[in-house]
Each structure stands twice: as structure tokens, then as C-alpha cells.
């Protein structure tokens, strides 16, 4: 059974970046599409990104375009989330997730957490002002 962890989360200023990572572990390989979802305090889960490693196709919330950016390891065994110029408003609990349902998601399908059957436990990170 395949399982996700983040690492990665913290304290940044605004304005700094940070990188976080998604290892996966129960499986050597996969093609299957991965993404990161947030959710701020107070809020409901939110799309931040997603990839489809079939086509190379990559998706993000316009709330995060030109600023973070999504991708793997060769051997899809990690996924990474690099974010530069954050804001406040990114804080948030950040969380990785895999989905064996649909191979070759749209962006519609890749933004939707139904889509999604595999989370990890998330890691926070905090912007300050």
C-alpha cells in the first residue's frame, strides 16, 4: 500500500520560498498522477497544484502560477512543491496526494480532491508578515 509524507513545512518571511517534499514509500515506480492540495486555518481543502507524469502536464491554482512549481524525481518516487515570493495568505497546511483513479486527469479532474485516494499527513507552513 503506497503512503505519502511531506517534509519541508516552516516559518518564512514573506517574500522567501520554500521547498517541500512528498516521498512515497510501497511502491518502486508509478505513473500515476500527484498533486498538492493547502488548507488554510479556518477554510476548507484547497487545489495548489498537480501533475500528470503521462504527458508531462502540469496544473495550478491561479493563486499560485509564476510562483510555485510542481515536479518529481525520475522515479516518481518524490514529488516536490517549490514556492518563491510567499505571501501570508499562503499559510497553510500543505498536503500531497496521489490518484489511481484517473490516469490521464484534465484540469478540472486534477484540481478536484475526489480524485485524489492516497494523502499524506501534511506539513505546515507559516508566512508571516
Known amino acids: 500500500q503506497v503512503q505519502l509524507e511531506e517534509s519541508g513545512g516552516g516559518l518564512v518571511q514573506a517574500g522567501g520560498s520554500l521547498r517541500l517534499s512528498c516521498a512515497a514509500s510501497?511502491?518502486?515506480?508509478?505513473?500515476?498522477?500527484m498533486g498538492w492540495f493547502r488548507q488554510p486555518p479556518g477554510k476548507e481543502r484547497e487545489f495548489v497544484a498537480a501533475i500528470s507524469w503521462i504527458g508531462g502536464m502540469t496544473y495550478y491554482a491561479d493563486s499560485v502560477k509564476g510562483r510555485f512549481t510542481i515536479s518529481g524525481d525520475g522515479a516518481k518516487s518524490t514529488l516536490y512543491l517549490q514556492m518563491n515570493s510567499l505571501k501570508p495568505e499562503d499559510t497553510a497546511i500543505y498536503y500531497c496526494?496521489?490518484?489511481?483513479?484517473?490516469?490521464?486527469?484534465?484540469?478540472?479532474?486534477?484540481?478536484?480532491?475526489?480524485?485524489?485516494?492516497?494523502w499524506g499527513q501534511g506539513t505546515q507552513v507559516t508566512v508571516s508578515s
Open positions: 496526494a496521489e490518484s489511481s483513479r484517473i490516469a490521464h486527469p484534465n484540469a478540472d479532474d486534477a484540481s478536484r480532491p475526489s480524485t485524489y485516494d492516497t
Open positions: 510501497g511502491r518502486t515506480f508509478s505513473s500515476f498522477p
